[in-house]
C-alpha cells in the first residue's frame, strides 16, 4: 500500500502562485497515478488536476487551465501542483489522490489512497 503526504499549503495573495507537493512511499508508489481534488462549498470533491506515474498523461480541470500545472519527480517519488494566478475561488482543502487504474480519471471513485488535505487560502 503506498501512503500519500501533502505539502506546501499557504496563505497566497490574489494573484500569486504556490507549489503543492504529494509525497509517495512504499513498496507500490511508483505504479499509481496521482490526482488532486479540492473541496467545494457543498463539501464534494472537486477534480483539480491528474498526472500518470510515468508521467506523459496529465489532466488538467477547466476552471484550472492555464493558470495550474501537474508535474512528478519520480527519482523523489513527488507529485507537484504548481499553482499560478491564484484566484480567491481557488481557496479550499487540496487532497492528493493514488489509484492503480489503466490509465488517468477525472472522477473521484477511480481513486482509492488519499493524503490527509492540505489548507490553501488565496486573499483577496
Known amino acids: 500500500q503506498v501512503q500519500l503526504v501533502e505539502s506546501g499549503g499557504e496563505l497566497v495573495q490574489a494573484g500569486g502562485s504556490l507549489r503543492l507537493s504529494c509525497a509517495a512511499s512504499?513498496?507500490?508508489?511508483?505504479?499509481?497515478?496521482i490526482a488532486w481534488f479540492r473541496e467545494t462549498p457543498k463539501n464534494a470533491r472537486e477534480f483539480v488536476a491528474a498526472?500518470?506515474?510515468?508521467?506523459?498523461?496529465?489532466y488538467i480541470a477547466d476552471s484550472a487551465e492555464g493558470r495550474f500545472t501537474i508535474s512528478r519527480d519520480n527519482a523523489k517519488s513527488v507529485v507537484y501542483l504548481q499553482m499560478n494566478k491564484m484566484k480567491p475561488e481557488d481557496s479550499s482543502v487540496y487532497y492528493c489522490?493514488?489509484?492503480?487504474?489503466?490509465?488517468?480519471?477525472?472522477?473521484?471513485?477511480?481513486?482509492?489512497?488519499w493524503g490527509r488535505g492540505i489548507q490553501v487560502t488565496v486573499s483577496s
Open positions: 489522490a493514488g489509484g492503480r487504474t489503466d490509465t488517468v480519471y477525472r472522477v473521484e471513485s477511480r481513486y482509492d489512497v
Open positions: 498526472i500518470n506515474w510515468i508521467g506523459d498523461v496529465t
Open positions: 512504499g513498496p507500490t508508489a511508483s505504479s499509481y497515478n
